[in-house]
């Protein structure tokens, strides 16, 4: 009885010993991934510890070509800063390929005297093996990996050392699997990255034609602006930046600005207008006039901030239109709409906006203390959210409403 409760606390301390092990690995692991290889370095250290290995390598399999690859092969000969040499071979070659092939774990106790054993990994490495354990690794009932060790420190890879091994296996499956996901995260952000510096690029204004506009004879004062009826084809597109720029520099008497940036706004928001036959360049000037005209010739209370906010708005709230509606975008399964649920192409119009406001030369409300720069941009956003048909209706309905009864209120921010 005595010996069965010794070989029980053996056997306890044993297994509290290897979750301890493991949770360690687990930590240092998940917490640090940063790229594949860090993950793979630390996967070998640990498996060296856990089954007292002087070598460890791991092999991943690339399904595309049915070969397995190792960029770093022997922990012990490792040095980060020289470049590791890529170690191929075909699945179904060597002890490694026979794991992976067909999911058994080998544990040979003599490299040599085994026929699977391939010795070519020697020659290029340098280093004889003797005895070898290897087993693959999993996740989600495939084989993404092996992982092998070699030459036991003292003695042969015992039965035991399988079992931990196996255990330890389930945690390598999960580190890789989502150090694979990083890293392919990581590649989708620098495509990314350079997309939008290749975009930003082209859908900028160039210096000559800020320095064109900056030269163009304005007139000081545009009195047919301030008419309802004047026509946006009264103007060529060409020329349309310069009546926009009057009217910028109007609505923005009150408020600092430098004239660069009014300049450099108002042709980069030019550029990123598609040729749809709609909703285009010329209908963005036809709005905006619109508004310009309501705020210099009506009766009405908007501050200083909220005029400018409308007339920006109006300039922009049909960006980078495609010329589909909301209901098409969806349908279709427009990337956009997979963004955007709700109000899809305006939401893409005020994120345009915004990402115009931040490109270099661009900023013109850079003056705007950080308060009334967030009322900016929330008055922006909320006028071109609302231009949106399925907001448009019921907002109409609801003002009309007010006006019928007599209950509008300019002072009510809400009516207002």
């Not at 003695?155 to 079992?163: L, N, Q, R, S, Y």
Request: one cysteine or more.
């Amino acid at each position: 009885m005595c010996v069965e409760y010794v070989e029980m606390y053996n056997s306890m301390m044993k297994q509290r010993k290897l979750n301890e092990f493991l949770l360690t690995v687990t930590k240092s692991i998940f917490q640090d991934i940063v790229s594949m290889d860090t993950v793979i370095m630390k996967i070998m250290n640990y498996a060296k510890k856990l089954v007292n290995a002087d070598r460890a390598s791991l092999f991943l399999v690339d399904t595309k070509t049915r070969e397995l690859y190792a960029r770093i092969f022997d922990t012990g000969k490792v040095d980060e800063n020289i470049p590791q040499k890529e170690i191929r071979f075909p699945m179904d070659k060597g002890v490694a390929g026979h794991v992976a092939s067909t999911g058994h774990i080998l544990n040979i106790p003599d490299a040599y005297m085994d026929d699977r054993f391939n010795r070519n990994v020697d020659l290029q490495t340098g280093y004889r093996t003797q005895t070898l354990l290897c087993m693959p690794i999993y996740i989600r009932g495939s084989i993404i990996g092996v992982v092998q060790m070699v030459n036991k420190l003292e003695g042969i890879f015992t039965k035991a050392d399988e079992e931990s091994f196996e255990t330890f296996g389930i945690y390598c499956g999960l580190a890789l699997h989502h150090a694979k996901l990083y890293d392919k995260i990581r590649r989708s952000e620098q495509k990314y990255k350079v997309a939008m510096d290749v975009l930003s690029y082209h859908s900028q204004c160039s210096p000559e034609e800020a320095e064109y506009l900056l030269k163009m004879q304005m007139p000081q004062n545009i009195p047919e602006l301030l008419q309802y009826d004047f026509s946006p084809w009264a103007v060529e597109n060409d020329e349309k930046p310069m009546y926009v720029l009057h009217m910028m520099k109007d609505i923005f008497s009150t408020t600092r600005f430098e004239i660069n940036d009014l300049v450099h706004f108002t042709l980069t928001v030019k550029k990123n207008y598609r040729n749809v036959p709609y909703h285009n360049w010329a209908h963005a000037f036809s709005v905006a006039h619109a508004m310009f005209t309501v705020v210099k010739t009506a009766n009405h209370m908007f501050t200083p901030l909220e005029t400018l906010a409308l007339y920006v708005a109006c300039l922009c709230h049909d960006l980078d239109h495609r010329g589909k509606t909301n209901a098409f975008m969806v349908k279709s399964a427009s990337p956009l709409a997979a963004i955007y649920s709700t109000s899809t192409m305006e939401h893409h119009h005020f994120n345009q906006t915004v990402m115009i406001l931040q490109n270099d030369g661009n900023n013109i409300f850079k003056y705007l203390s950080s308060e009334e720069y967030k009322k900016i941009l929330s008055d922006i956003k909320h006028c071109i959210l609302a231009t949106d048909l399925a907001l448009f209706f019921s907002n109409r309905a609801r003002l009309q409403e007010l006006c019928d009864k007599d209950q509008f209120k300019w002072e009510d921010t809400e009516h207002r």
